[in-house]
């Protein structure tokens, strides 16, 4: 539970500082959005798995919950989306200052 704590306190500090137009905006976004996508990677593959061997893992996660694999899925790629996205603002910041 501590890890989606922090995980929302670096979107709200990158959200932020992407408002202010800081410089570092752009890398501060990527980390907070990696974080995301690092965090609900193993939920949503355990999930999976546990789905594809018909297995019950955890009591609280029954594999038969489709719809909540779905949504795991779901978020997870639209946090790789969303790192994908900050990731090539950076490179175009970059490649807009050098020129």
Request: charged share 20%.
């Amino acid at each position: 539970m501590i890890e989606d704590y922090l995980c929302g306190a670096l979107m709200l500090w990158a959200a932020w500082v992407w408002s202010k137009g800081y410089d570092s905006a752009a890398k501060i976004m990527a980390v907070a959005w990696a974080y995301a996508t690092g965090g609900m990677f193993v939920p949503f593959a355990a999930h999976l798995e546990a789905w594809l061997r018909n297995e019950t893992f955890r009591p609280d996660h029954p594999h038969t919950d489709v719809g909540s694999i779905a949504l795991k899925g779901i978020i997870w790629a639209v946090c790789l989306a969303c790192l994908i996205v900050s990731l090539r603002s950076e490179r175009d910041r970059r490649t807009a200052v050098q020129r």
